[in-house]
């Protein structure tokens, strides 16, 4: 007699396992899932998402930070004109341009000039270097203001304002035969290409603020080596230009009270002179025989 077949047993026994081996299998899959950070299901929205924003267009330049940066640098050096012209050459050369220009001469005799520009972002580090070669740098300072919120809210404004307008225009278009409905159009038209034109000024104007920097150069000439003179002569100078606003005030005193009382003596003075005199002939004349 024939041993049974080990075949009806195997298959009893994969029948058996299976269900075991799938459910391990899909666990081990959930498992790799959980190790990458994500639930299955967020993975499936993962990808969805990545092939829904495939060919998507890389941040503009508009969506980069904007920037509104201003430096400033003080220095002293012996000769201020020559400074002053070194300076402008340096700011020509990092492709910049003057936005203010000033000189003065202290109480001690000294010059001092300011100088402000507006350089390229890219050309500001070299020209601060070559700046502070020209003499002994007193003081640098830097400040920085960030309107990239500000500036994409513009933006938004901007481009609905725009789109209104559009609309406004396709209206207008269809020749409406009210002319108060024209009228009121035309009005809103009017309003909002003021809008426009008002924030496109103003972003115009931004751009130009981030777009480059401004920097300013302040030169000064070290104090004069003699104050003392000056210290001795100046109250002698200002005591006599006080002394001589002085007088000439007493002299128009003066005009005026000769100019009020001179008419008086002509009117009063003269006659009463006369009759002094006459009196006092008659009292030497001799008495009548």
Not at 145 to 168: M, P, Q
Request: with cysteine; hydrophobic share 40%; proline share 6%.
């Amino acid at each position: 007699m024939r041993p049974p077949s080990k075949a009806p047993a195997a298959g009893r026994w994969f029948l058996t396992t299976f269900p075991i081996w799938t459910l391990s299998l899909m666990l081990a899959v959930f498992a790799a899932s959980c190790k990458k950070g994500e639930s299955p299901s967020e993975a499936f929205s993962y990808k969805a998402t990545v092939q829904m924003d495939k060919g998507a267009p890389s941040p503009s330049a508009g969506e980069q930070r904007k920037l509104i940066l201003t430096y400033g640098i003080s220095i002293e050096t012996p000769e201020l004109e020559k400074a002053f012209r070194e300076v402008n050459r340096l700011a020509e050369e990092a492709g910049g341009y003057v936005t203010e220009s000033s000189r003065q001469q202290l109480n001690d005799g000294s010059y001092h000039g300011r100088l402000a520009f507006r350089l390229p972002p890219k050309g500001v580090g070299s020209f601060l270097d070559r700046v502070r070669a020209l003499g002994k740098v007193l003081s640098e300072n830097s400040t920085g203001r960030d309107i990239t919120e500000e500036y994409a809210d513009l933006d938004a404004r901007l481009r609905n304002a725009k789109v209104s307008e559009e609309r406004l225009l396709g209206f207008m278009a269809k020749r409406t035969e009210k002319i108060a409905d024209v009228i009121e159009l035309e009005r809103e038209i009017s309003r909002v290409r003021g809008e426009i034109e008002s924030m496109e000024a103003r972003k115009r104007t931004w751009d130009l603020l981030t777009q480059t920097v401004a920097v300013t150069v302040e030169i000064s000439e070290p104090p004069h080596a003699a104050p003392a003179v000056r210290k001795v002569w100046f109250p002698i100078k200002t005591a006599f230009g006080e002394g001589l606003v002085l007088f000439s005030h007493s002299l128009s005193v003066a005009i005026t009270l000769l100019g009020v009382v001179l008419p008086w003596l002509v009117l009063v003075g003269v006659p009463l002179y006369i009759i002094v005199r006459l009196l006092r002939r008659r009292k030497k004349l001799p008495p009548a025989a």
